[in-house]
């Protein structure tokens, strides 16, 4: 399974949870860097350590990600409060999106009290697109834009 990286944990740091996030205590291993190539459309991660390993990710077109959100299996996935929850599902998604070779970035929408774990693929030809992997859904958040019936007050993104 994909580490963390640094950014995403500082993003957890920065975010207000509210009430609808119970954060687990868990040890999490910085290992990855990140740097995209001139042409922007790969990114190359170097692991830190005597595990390290390097793996290659590329902007997929709209049709490639389309394609690769109708084969995976996340959505079909059961909600569980506090068990599995947005967060599951965003960080499940982008690993099988690393897993295909695809660059896949989690995002916290933020909100005055909590929120809610999203994703977004810089597609070669569309830009930026945000995927709900609960629904598999593309989504148009928009800082003070509303979300799920809540204001959002900040769009955190970690690649």
């Known amino acids: 399974m994909r580490e963390f990286i640094f950014p995403l944990i500082a993003i957890l740091l920065l975010c207000p949870w509210g009430d609808t996030f119970q954060p687990e205590t868990t040890s999490i ?5 990140s740097t995209v190539t001139d042409a922007g459309s790969a990114v190359s991660s170097e692991g830190v350590g005597s ?5 290659e990710l590329k902007n997929p077109t709209f049709q490639e990600l389309r394609d ?5 299996p ?9 068990q599995y929850e947005c967060r599951h599902f965003a960080t499940d998604v982008n690993n ?24 977004a693929f810089d597609t070669t030809d569309q830009g930026l697109v945000y995927i ?3 629904t598999d859904a593309r989504i148009h958040p928009e800082v003070g834009g509303k979300y799920q019936g809540q204001e959002i007050i900040e769009i955190l993104i970690a690649w």
Request: glycine share 4%; proline share 2%.
């Open 68 to 72: 690769f959100i109708l084969r995976d």
């Open 74 to 82: 996340t959505n079909r996935n059961e909600f569980d409060l506090n």
């Open 51 to 55: 595990t390290s390993q390097a793996i």
């Open 132 to 134: 709900e992997p609960q």
């Open 96 to 119: 099988n999106a690393d897993a295909e070779g695809l660059r896949c970035a989690f995002v916290l929408l933020c909100y005055n009290r909590g929120q809610h774990a999203v994703l």
């Open 29 to 33: 291993e910085v290992s990855v860097s």
